[in-house]
């Protein structure tokens, strides 16, 4: 079945450090792949997304590319700030599935102190 | 982006009563919706895929009867937990899936706590 793995956390940066959090998925179609983060307390918003290979989404800084072959989907941020704090998920969904569900990874808490 | 709502924000109930959780797609109709339980510290758990006008299909080790689940209207699923016991104490979250699109949007999820 379709699978997501994540880097294990937790990670704790200092506030400007560069950001990498990792995450490979299995998938027996062609995916779709996010990253969703989590707030303390809150549901979860998807941060970027790309649908084919090659790809790179990127939203607030934060940026991914989708490598078919290395089946990775990466998170990256330059120089993170306090406010990044919070738990990233990376997902995907198989397009020709008529439910499209989002299979998960284990989420990955990140503090960034300042 | 699309905004999905849900209520209660949190709710107590005692061991042996019923609790009803809405979620609602605001600025879109929603044929499918999705219904998540989250343990602390953990990933997303899919619970079932709620269908407009159709049963909800849910996961392997998930009891039907035990969590309801009804999708009336394009806009509104309601997630049901019968009989609930302090180990149904958890963190529920639903998505709702935006027609001819991958994208789901989460509404900010519901705090149940079973005494």
């Known amino acids: 079945g379709d699978s997501v793995t994540q880097m294990e956390g937790p990670v704790t940066l200092s506030e400007e450090a560069f950001l990498t959090i990792n995450c490979t998925y299995t998938a027996t179609g062609y995916p779709s792949l996010f990253w969703y983060v989590q707030y303390p307390g809150e549901g979860l918003q998807l941060l970027l997304k790309?649908?084919?290979?090659?790809d790179k989404g990127s939203n607030k800084g934060f940026e991914a590319t989708y490598r078919k072959e290395t089946t990775s989907f990466h998170l990256e941020k330059g120089s993170v700030q306090v406010s990044d704090s919070a738990v990233y998920f990376c997902?995907?969904?198989?397009?020709?599935?008529?439910?499209?569900?989002?299979?998960f990874g284990s989420g990955t808490q990140l503090t960034v102190l300042p | 982006g699309a905004v999905v709502s849900q209520h209660p924000s949190w709710v107590i109930c005692k061991s042996g009563t019923s609790v009803k959780i809405e979620c609602r797609s605001l600025?879109?109709?929603?044929?499918?919706m999705f219904w998540y339980r989250q343990f602390p510290k953990q990933s997303l758990m899919l619970m079932a895929t709620s269908n407009e006008g159709s049963k909800a299909t849910y996961e392997q080790g998930v009891e039907k009867d035990k969590f309801l689940i009804n999708h009336a209207s394009l806009t509104l699923s309601t997630l049901t937990v019968t009989s609930a016991h302090p180990e149904d104490s958890s963190f529920y979250i639903c998505?709702?899936?935006?027609?001819?699109?991958?994208?789901?949007?989460f509404g900010p999820g519901t705090r149940l706590t079973v005494t």
């Open positions: 997902a995907l969904t198989i397009s020709s599935g008529s439910a499209r569900q989002l299979t």
């Open positions: 998505s709702a899936r935006v027609p001819l699109s991958y994208e789901q949007y």
């Open positions: 600025d879109f109709q929603a044929t499918t």
């Open positions: 790309a649908t084919k290979a090659d």
